[in-house]
């Protein structure tokens, strides 16, 4: 038996496909006798229209990631889906001329006149001489339309081969909805797959029943659309192999791709989400039919990640896990930093890790995390049922700049229940943040299958409609859409867009002001010296003497009320306040929900002994600035 796994644009070109690389470790180890080859179509079609137009890294990110929300990626090979270069063209222009840009949406044109040929000559080449007996394609975020038109073509020119999906794409009633309405569709697998592929290929081979397989979708005698119960629990760490990225690195090593950026790898330590069995966050459509937390042992993980930078010199590795292992930071994590490894790391991870924490993740060789911060304010992060406040997402952003990491997150807005006056002292208080990773970007919350919003309309969103992409894709009925459908659309929620605006505005000086803003500070013991660079307040350098001034800023370390700092000072609410006011000024504190944190980094690299060695080693003389904040 011969099979070929197919990774279809838009995936990312610049890792390789961690689905078919398990996949085609765990068909060699419960199939030796079959044959597996991953084929890496992203690639090809990178070169195959690098060769026809000018074509860049920027453009294929506008697809794999940039255009996810418009479903620009899959438009463009809807064309070759439904045989018809100019399939839905106009509506397509006239739904995203406000929401793309002009040049973007001229390419999507020429694309989509143009890619029909691509399907083609990719299935021409997958048939050539003797055919696979099975083509199997993972499909998540925009592959779905590329998949389809690759699996059409290819029945078309060898109908006893058979056709089999699974990925995110096709979980619980996206699966079925898929399986139903392509004919050319042989096989869908839901859910995990590590245990169940193998097991079709299985019974393929020797003629056997399939309908014991959990999670599959198959058809009938009279060719129906049928489907098995899905499995009742998620896979054990154990099943779930480590990837085979042969294929890969010797694809990218001849492909444009490789001028565009670095390879990197992509590993998994776990699935699932802790946090998420307990609070599912209301607007996350994550980990599908399963949350359940696992993870492998660590001495397992670390091995993994160990092998494949050995055999294939990468230094970069994405772990795409939805949440941190917390027992990793006592296991994996200092192992991989006594490795002798140079590793750069990217993690998810959740916002209230403490500094200590952080420093961990630091000296492993994280260079990015993705905290999941999403708002700045506290009443918001209650809708969202995120576990944190917005006084420790700020924490997360001031320790991760001490430590050495870049932070990476999206501000949401439209949740039901917030108000306009959840957003303007947050709106005020971004200057004070300048010198600290502002966010991506801003945008209304996208209702997600899988998510609470999604499954309980009381929650707030009860007019859940199919969003508009999917109409300009496909050629399917509303109520096919609505099960075929990840991302939905409902009466807006939560704050006006004039606050958004603002919001956005806010942000986009954040933004613009980062990389020239400063501050930070060097904790001598008895006094504290602050140094400062930014647009909105006009001093440089500020020091901390008395004892309640270093006391007090020690324990803003950490969020604290008025109350806790009077009490933990024994100082009285008046000479509090004062300070507090001061230092407002100064733009040194976050306030949210009556408690308050400082902002300033710890001055990683002693800037200021090497700007003021004398005057520091010495003790000053130092200004002493006005209340405004201004050194005279």
Not at 365 to 378: A, Y
Request: with cysteine.
């Amino acid at each position: 038996m011969r099979v070929v796994l197919v990774n279809m644009p838009w995936a990312s070109a610049e890792v390789p496909s961690l689905a078919l690389g398990i996949l085609k470790r765990a068909v060699t180890a419960a199939l030796p006798e079959v044959t597996v080859e991953v084929l890496y179509a992203n690639l090809d079609f990178v070169d195959w229209i690098c060769g026809r137009r000018s074509f860049t890294a920027d453009d294929y990110q506008f697809f794999s990631h940039g255009s996810y929300f418009d479903g620009a990626g899959d438009w463009v090979f809807s064309s070759a889906l439904y045989d018809a270069p100019q399939w839905r063209a106009e509506e397509f222009t006239a739904a995203k001329k406000d929401r793309l840009p002009g040049d973007r949406i001229d390419l999507c044109h020429e694309l989509h006149a143009v890619v029909p040929d691509f399907i083609d000559g990719l299935a021409a080449r997958i048939c050539a001489g003797p055919a696979p007996d099975v083509v199997g394609f993972t499909t998540t975020f925009q592959q779905n339309t590329a998949s389809l038109a690759a699996a059409r073509s290819i029945k078309r020119l060898s109908p006893r081969t058979l056709t089999v999906f699974g990925g995110a794409n096709c979980d619980g009633a996206q699966g079925e909805a898929l399986h139903r309405n392509f004919p050319f569709v042989d096989y869908v697998l839901r859910g995990e797959s590590e245990v169940s592929f193998p097991r079709l290929l299985d019974a393929l081979k020797h003629s056997r029943a399939t309908d014991g397989i959990p999670g599959l979708c198959h058809r009938s005698a009279d060719s129906s659309s049928k489907s098995t119960p899905m499995a009742a629990e998620p896979l054990p760490p154990a099943a779930v192999p480590g990837p085979d990225y042969d294929g890969y690195f010797e694809r990218v090593a001849a492909s444009q791709a490789r001028h565009w950026s670095d390879p990197q790898l992509v590993l998994e330590a776990s699935r699932g989400c802790w946090w998420g069995e307990k609070h599912h966050c209301t607007f996350c459509g994550l980990n599908g039919s399963f949350m359940q937390f696992r993870s492998k042992r660590p001495e397992v993980f670390f091995d993994e990640i160990t092998d494949l930078v050995a055999r294939h010199r990468v230094l970069d590795v994405v772990v795409v896990d939805n949440i941190l292992d917390m027992g990793y930071l006592t296991s994996l994590l200092p192992r991989i930093s006594a490795s002798g490894y140079d590793l750069r790391l990217h993690y998810e991870i959740k916002s209230n890790l403490r500094r200590e924490q952080l420093r961990v993740l630091a000296d492993a060789g994280l260079l990015r995390v993705q905290p999941g911060i999403e708002s700045l304010n506290s009443h918001v992060l209650k809708l969202m049922d995120k576990g944190v406040t917005a006084c420790q997402n700020v924490r997360m952003l001031r320790d991760a700049a001490t430590v050495g990491l870049v932070p990476e997150w999206n501000y949401l807005y439209g949740f039901p229940g917030e108000t306009e006056a959840h957003y303007e002292p947050v709106v005020t208080q971004l200057p004070a943040l300048h010198h600290l990773t502002p966010a991506e970007s801003v945008g209304r919350i996208a209702i997600e299958r899988f998510s609470p919003y999604f499954d309980r309309p009381e929650l707030g969103f009860a007019d859940l409609r199919p969003d508009t992409q999917y109409e300009l894709i496909y050629d399917l009925p509303p109520a096919e859409l609505m099960d075929f459908a990840y991302l939905f659309e409902a009466t807006p929620q939560g704050i006006s867009e004039q606050t958004a605006d603002a919001l956005r505005a806010a942000m986009r000086e954040w933004e613009d002001a980062w990389s020239s803003s400063h501050l930070d500070h060097v904790d001598l013991g008895s006094r504290v010296v602050l140094t400062n660079k930014r647009r909105h307040f006009d001093w440089s350098v500020h020091q901390l003497r008395t004892p309640l001034e270093v006391k007090l800023f020690h324990l803003l370390d950490q969020p604290r009320t008025t109350a806790s700092l009077e009490r933990r000072t024994g100082a009285g609410s008046r000479e509090i306040s004062a300070l507090l006011a001061q230092w407002r000024e100064l733009g040194l504190l976050f306030t949210d929900d009556e408690h308050v944190v400082h902002v300033v980094p710890a001055a990683t690299n002693q800037e200021l002994l090497r700007l003021e060695p004398e005057r520091l080693q010495s003790g000053g003389p130092w200004p002493t600035p006005a209340i405004t904040g201004r050194n005279e």
